[in-house]
């Protein structure tokens, strides 16, 4: 390994605690985080608002071509609009698990998610950064919970924000959410054979941080 910082990618399903991780863990070692899924929330947002067909096809690949996704200081920027706040909503949710279905969409914003990565010094947290945006990454991780945590976890977080379901029908989404990304045809979600698996269900944030620190440091120690 030359002086480059690391790259470390981390995976998993919907509600195994992925973004919060990968939030401290990127706040522990003073990199980058490039959370992935709001690259594609973005551009779904796009989508919505511009109400450009959400199926493959010249009308697609032409609005995707000029358009450019960033992030910077915890911001997520379309084509230098801040959409942050824009992309957190039922609506866009689900169209972002439709746009993630469509080549044209991912052959868009892959290259964007390895342009962040390429300097080094970053976290990556998604679905497919393991195995497609950045296979080569030094150190992997693929999160996972048993169903009932993830279920009970999301639960909890929409109640924070005021949002009321019941825990039913939360698991009911995240099941089929697992379903989507598990069974897509295109960069579908999978544990890279070279990624730690770490099982969060039964342990706090800071003990998957703590064990993602030691990881990383037998990794990058015994590789350089
Ligand atoms: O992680 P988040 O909920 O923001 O992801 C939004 C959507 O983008 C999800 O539907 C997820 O399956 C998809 N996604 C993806 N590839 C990634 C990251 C997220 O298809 N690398």
Known sequence: MGSRKPVIAIDGPAGAGKTTVARRLAE???????????????VAFGLVRDRVPQRDGPELRKYLEPLDVSLAGGRVYLNGEDVTGAIRTHEIAEATSRATTLAAVREKVTPLQRRAAAGGGVVLEGRDTGTVVCPDAQVKFYLTASLGTRAGRRHAELAARGVRASLDRVREDVRARDVQDETRELAPLKRAPDAIELDTSDLTVDEVVERMLTAIATRCSTRS
């Open 28 to 42: 522990r070692l003073g990199y980058t985080l490039v959370e992935t899924g709001t690259m594609y929330r973005a």
